[in-house]
Structures are given as structure tokens and as C-alpha cells.
């Protein structure tokens, strides 16, 4: 999962990217509004923490903007203001969540899982497969109940996965969710994730569907059917 | 207190009545007095007409006789006709006063018009001189008196000619027509006095019509100074006006200083927390410690510089259906997965008398307080009370509801009735500041729904009348 934050203030830009590095999902951050809207306006972000208060467009602007262009990532707008009046504004603009600045990172880094598993239309934090279990809260991984060491890359592939389970993924939307923008970008390395992956969790729960992409299953259940790929690219 | 009083500037009316006062009241004393002092003189004028005669005609009908002792008495050849010079005590009486001798009427009954010495000698030294006068008569009346010294053939002093009568009838015209005078200018003077103060009244109108339109700007009812006014008070009328538009400039100005302050501000606290979260050693404690200590600081002061704003602000009116509407829709998508469903029943014709900024916040923290708890159901009403310039807003959830014992409790700072909900009871504490800084009151209380009922009286505005441009 891949999110953005756009927050004009160095050290706090820093802490949160650090965060939610540390929570398992990449993180690209913009310091003023063009950047910020730029960014989220190229890339397929999965959730967008937003500050109001930004050089060059404010984040109402930006945020205007980015559901008049039809964006519809879910965004959570960090701010100062408390007031509920600036709370409309902000919801009416097209926020999903908001948040008054000082805050507890793990509220923000609940809400954001929040936002993300309610645009996937999942109820817990933590989904299941038959065996398989993939806990986005503390970004680990179980099968049958056991611990599984992965890498933070391969965390990333597995929970996208896992949060689009039974649908076939391809391989240009698994790099744009799992890398930030500065990763060297090659679909191969996603070759080598799944390998490494399949070694990890069992190589019959990802399914390799030739000239599409990937999915993640239920080896026993037979869970999902294939969809059509949504061209998550542009 | 009763100094005080004095010291008090008069009132406008109480000025000009005053000033009017001033010179009617004089005025018409001296009317009084003068009318009075005519009268007296042209009564004493008719009075003295017969007196006059009979003095002419004793003078007339005087004759010297010299006798053979060498002096010369005085004889009248005919006396004055009227009877009631020869009735004793009579009130008619006549005299003629000579250096030696006096013959008088028969009615002074041995008694005598005394002239004053004063008065004999003003006589007696300008002979044909006529005065007039009181003098007490023989029966103790009050006599007035007409005398004329003349010199006669043969003798070489002058003799006074005098002839009186009882003026108690001229001095009871007199009394009567002064007691008459006197009444009817008090009648007239009162009549005067109320026909100013009508007429300073009627012209301070403007006056008062701009006090009772300043204080529907202070009321919230209207937003400025309206109406036409004469050319006198309309430039006293604009400056109000500008006065109000610049107060509501500042008082935006302090909002605007209070918010980037704010944002300021708590941008680094987040940093600072955040950074003390992720280090749990002595240094992470003390500043996780500190950062708290200043973020209620920071909260505290920008809710009082909130309130100082909101103090100063006058003549505002706010849509509280507006503000219900907005708050549904953005409480709708921060419980998005609660399926609520948030009833209004909201009168237009009601606004709230006070700045939007504030009813937002009001409706905000009960709204989301209510949409917390809510099971499935918050209602929204806003009704008109009993009391004048105030109206009720009710918010009932299906929740769980608050105890009677714990209603106190609810609205203090920072009571959390249930902490497995995070940030329940806060908001009703704001609330309730915010209710009680517009002289309103909140009342808990179990809703028919089932869950708690939240009324608070809020002061209440007509909507403002449509813009006919």
C-alpha cells in the first residue's frame, strides 16, 4: 500500500513518513501544494494524509481539485484547525477523515488503515485465507498461527494482495503500490518478490495468470473468481 | 447611590424643559405683577373720581370770613351733597384742615382723616399740590383719601382739602382680580411647560428612534444602523455604522491572529509529541509531559481569545437550520459505516443571535456527540419557547443514554462518562461554555428514542428580510 503525505513542515513530514515506513507501506512525501497535487494528482496513491496549511495551494484547493479530476483515494486531512466549521469545508471538499493537530501517530496510523479498508471494503484490520493471515496493523504475517519473517517489500506486496484478494493484479500496479516514487522501478524485481514470497507462504496460494498479472487465493476454498484488470496505471 | 445621581449628566429633555423653564417662569411673574399693579392703578383712578369732585367742590364753595377779632374763619358756602356725608361713620368723609381750625363732614362723627405729618407738610409746602393715600378711619376701616392744599383770600397759610372713603371694596376688586390673574397664568404657565416638553419630545424622536435601532444592532437583530434621519443626527447614525463594520473587523482580524497562532503552534507541538511518543526515555517523558502542559495552554488561551472575540461582536445572526444541515452531511461521512439516520425538524423562521463560528461548533460537538452514541436514530429539533429572544434546540440519540446522577458530570471539562468511546463528554463541556457565554442554558435530560436529550436555550433572531436587488 502507498501513501502520500503532503505536509509542509520538515520534521513532522519526516516522522509520519517514518511511521508509516515503519507500518509497512510506501510513503512518498510533498512539501508544498504544487508538489503535493502534482504527486497525487500522477500516482495511484492508496490513502493521502493532507495539511491545510501549505505553501504555493492550500490542501482545500488541492483537494478540490484532485474530485473534480476524479480521484478517489481516500484522504485524511491533518491540520491545526479545530474548528467545525473548518471541519465542513474540509469534509465538504471531499475528505474521508480529519484530524486536529497535536495527535498520537498510532490514531493517525489507525484512522489511515481505517480509510483503507473501508475504500477495499474490508471490516478488520486483519484479513484471512484460509491459513493465511495478514495483520495490517502490526504489519506481520502468519500462517496456520506461525510467524513468517518477510522483508518490508515483501509485506507490502503480500498485504496489497492480500486487501485486493481473489482479484488479478498486474504487475504495473503492484510497482506503483509497493514502491515510492524514488524506488528504481523494474516489474522484474516483482518476479522476484512473488518467487520469494511463494517460498515463504506456500507457492499455490499466488496464482500466476499468464499476460495478466497475479492473485492471491485460498488454495482450498477456491475464493474469487477473475475480474476484469482495472487499469490502475492512469 | 445618591451622589451618584447628582453627578449624573442631565437628561436632554430635562435640559431643554429646564432652559424653557427658565425664561417662561420670570416672564410670567413679571405678567403676573404687572397686570396686577394695572389693575390696582385703574381701580384707584375710579375710585378717586368722586373724591376728587368733592375736593373740587369744597374748594368751590370755601369762603373767608374775617371777623372782628381779626381772624378769618373758614365757611362753606354749600356742603357736599351726598347723605352719607352727614351719617356718622358713614365711610364717606370729608375735611378741611387749616393751621388753627377744622370743619369736617358730619360722618367722621369727631374722628379725622390724619394725614400723616409727612404728607400735611408736602401740602402745605406746594400749595394746589393733590396727593392720594390711605389713612385709618374713625370706625378702624382703611380710608383713602384725596388731598389738595389751596390758598385762600385773607389768609396766608394754605388749607388742605380732603376727602376720604372706606377702600375695602377697591382693595377686595383688587384682591380678587390679583387671586384671578395669578391662577390663570399658573394654568397658563403649566400648560406651557407641558407644551414643551411634548414639543422637545417630539423633536428628540429621531434621537430615541436611533437608541432603539442601536440596540437591535447590539440584540442581533439587525446588522446596522437603519433608517433616515435628519440632516443633525444622520452623520451621528453613519459614524455608528462605521464604528460597528470596524469592530466586526477587528474582532475577524483577532479570529484570523487566533487561528494562524494556532497553526503555528501546533504544528511543532505534533512534532514534539510524536518525537517524545517514539523514545521512551527520561528526556521523551519530560518533553511528552511539557508538550501536553503546552497544548492545554495553547487551548486555553485560544479559547479565551475566542471568547474575548466573541464578547465584542454585536448585531450578528447566524442560520442554525444551515449550520444543522452542514453538520448532518459532514457527520454522515465520519460515521459512515454507523448507517445513521439524523432527523431535522428545524423552524426557519429561527436564526441564532450570535456568530456562525460559534453555532457551528455548538452543533458540531452535540451532533457528533449524539452521532457517537447513536445506535441508529438522532433527532434534531428547533422550537420556539415561551421567553421572547430565545428558542430551544433538542438532539436525542437512541443511544445508550446518561444516568440522572451523572447530568452534572456530562457537561464538566474533560468528564469522559464512558473512556471506552474516546472524546464523549468533552464536547458537551464545550458546549455547554459556549451555550452559557450567550447567556443560554443546557438541560439533559432521556429522550423518547431512548438514548440522552440534550436541550439547550439558545438566543434566538428573526432570519434577516430578503436583499430586494
Not at chain 1, 44 to 61: E, Q, R
Not at chain 1, 107 to 134: P, Q, Y
Not at chain 2, 34 to 52: G, H, M, N
Not at chain 2, 198 to 203: C, D, F, I, P, Y
Request: with cysteine; proline share 4%; net charge negative.
Amino acid at each position: 500500500m502507498r501513501v502520500l503525505v503532503v505536509e509542509d513542515d520538515k520534521d513532522l513530514s519526516r516522522q509520519l513518513a517514518e511511521a508509516l515506513r515503519d507500518s509497512g507501506y510506501a510513503v512518498d512525501t510533498a512539501q508544498d501544494g504544487e508538489d503535493g497535487h502534482f504527486l497525487g494528482d500522477t500516482e495511484p496513491y492508496d490513502a493521502v494524509v493532507l495539511d491545510l496549511g501549505l505553501p504555493t495551494i492550500d490542501g482545500i484547493s488541492i483537494l478540490q481539485k484532485w474530485r473534480a479530476d476524479g480521484k478517489s483515494f481516500p484522504v485524511l486531512i491533518l491540520t491545526a484547525r479545530d474548528q467545525w466549521s473548518e471541519k465542513v469545508s474540509g469534509f465538504d471538499a471531499g475528505a474521508d477523515d480529519y484530524l486536529t493537530k497535536p495527535f498520537h501517530t498510532e490514531e493517525l496510523l489507525a484512522r489511515l488503515r481505517a480509510l483503507m479498508r473501508r475504500a477495499a471494503g474490508h471490516s478488520t484490520d486483519t484479513i484471512e485465507i484460509g491459513g493465511l493471515t495478514v495483520d495490517n496493523r502490526s504489519a506481520r504475517a502468519f500462517v496456520d498461527g506461525m510467524p513468517i519473517k518477510l522483508t518490508s517489500h515483501e509485506f507490502r506486496l503480500l498485504s496489497y494482495m492480500a486487501v485486493h484478494v481473489g482479484r488479478v493484479i498486474s504487475r504495473t500496479e503492484l510497482v506503483e503500490h509497493i514502491y515510492d516514487q524514488d524506488f528504481d522501478r523494474d516489474s522484474n524485481t516483482i518476479e522476484v518478490f512473488v518467487g520469494r514470497l511463494r517460498k515463504k507462504i506456500g507457492t499455490d496460494r499466488i496464482e500466476t495468470v499468464r499476460g495478466l498479472g497475479y492473485r492471491l487465493m485460498d488454495p482450498s476454498g477456491k475464493t474469487g473468481k477473475v475480474e476484469a484488470i482495472e487499469d490502475h496505471s492512469k | 447611590m445618591g451622589q451618584k445621581a447628582t453627578s449624573r449628566p442631565a437628561s436632554l429633555v430635562g435640559r431643554l424643559v429646564r432652559g424653557a423653564a427658565l425664561w417662561a417662569l420670570p416672564l410670567l411673574a413679571v405678567t403676573a405683577f404687572a397686570l396686577v399693579w394695572l389693575y390696582r392703578v385703574s381701580t384707584y383712578q375710579i375710585f378717586d373720581e368722586p373724591l376728587i369732585s368733592t375736593v373740587t367742590s369744597l374748594i368751590s364753595s370755601a369762603e373767608t370770613i374775617p371777623q372782628d377779632s381779626g381772624e378769618t374763619i373758614i365757611a362753606l358756602s354749600k356742603e357736599p351733597l351726598d347723605p352719607r356725608y352727614q351719617r356718622a361713620l358713614s365711610g364717606r368723609y370729608w375735611q378741611i384742615i387749616s393751621s388753627d381750625a377744622q370743619i369736617s363732614s358730619r360722618s367722621l362723627y369727631g374722628g379725622a382723616i390724619e394725614l400723616t405729618p409727612e404728607e400735611q407738610s408736602r401740602l402745605t409746602d406746594n400749595p394746589g399740590q393733590q396727593i392720594s393715600g390711605s389713612s385709618p378711619g374713625p370706625d378702624g376701616e382703611s380710608l383713602r383719601f384725596v388731598a389738595r392744599s389751596v390758598i385762600l383770600p385773607d389768609i396766608d397759610a394754605p388749607i388742605i382739602m380732603a376727602a376720604a372713603m372706606d377702600q375695602s371694596p377697591a382693595k377686595r376688586a383688587i384682591n380678587r382680580f390679583a387671586v384671578l390673574a395669578i391662577s390663570v397664568l399658573a394654568a397658563l404657565t403649566l400648560g406651557l411647560i407641558a407644551a414643551i416638553v411634548l414639543q422637545v419630545r417630539l423633536g428628540l424622536r429621531p434621537l430615541f428612534e436611533l437608541r432603539d435601532r442601536v440596540a437591535d444592532v447590539r440584540e442581533g437583530v439587525t446588522t446596522q444602523v437603519e433608517g433616515a434621519y435628519p440632516r443633525e443626527i444622520a452623520p451621528l447614525a453613519q459614524e455608528l455604522n462605521s464604528l460597528i463594520t470596524h469592530n466586526r473587523d477587528v474582532v475577524e482580524r483577532a479570529r484570523t491572529h487566533v487561528s494562524n497562532l494556532a497553526h503555528a503552534l501546533k504544528t511543532p507541538l505534533a512534532v514534539l509529541t510524536n518525537e517524545a511518543d517514539r523514545h521512551q526515555t527520561e528526556l521523551g517523558n519530560i518533553v511528552g509531559r511539557q508538550t501536553r502542559t503546552m497544548t492545554s495552554q495553547v487551548e486555553h488561551h485560544l479559547a479565551r481569545a475566542r471568547a474575548a472575540a466573541r464578547a465584542q461582536t454585536t448585531g450578528t445572526r447566524s442560520d442554525i437550520s444551515a449550520s444543522i444541515e452542514a453538520m448532518s452531511r459532514t457527520l454522515a461521512r465520519i460515521y459512515g459505516q454507523k448507517d445513521l439516520d439524523i432527523e431535522a425538524d428545524l423552524s426557519p423562521d429561527i436564526w441564532f443571535r450570535g456568530e456562525k463560528a460559534d453555532l457551528d461548533e455548538i452543533a458540531g460537538n452535540l451532533l457528533d456527540n449524539a452521532c457517537k452514541w447513536a445506535k441508529g436514530r438522532v433527532r434534531v429539533t428547533l422550537i420556539a419557547t415561551g421567553e421572547t429572544g430565545f428558542a430551544d434546540l433538542i438532539v436525542e440519540d437512541d443511544g445508550p443514554g446518561v444516568k440522572p446522577e451523572n447530568y452534572r458530570k456530562a457537561l464538566q471539562r474533560g468528564e469522559r462518562l464512558d473512556e471506552a468511546i474516546p472524546g464523549t463528554g468533552f464536547g458537551l463541556s464545550i458546549v455547554d461554555d459556549l451555550v452559557r457565554a450567550y447567556k443560554g442554558a443546557v438541560t439533559l435530560g432521556r429522550s423518547d428514542l431512548g438514548g440522552l436529550s440534550v436541550t439547550l436555550r439558545l438566543p434566538s433572531a428573526l432570519p434577516p428580510k430578503p436583499e430586494t436587488s
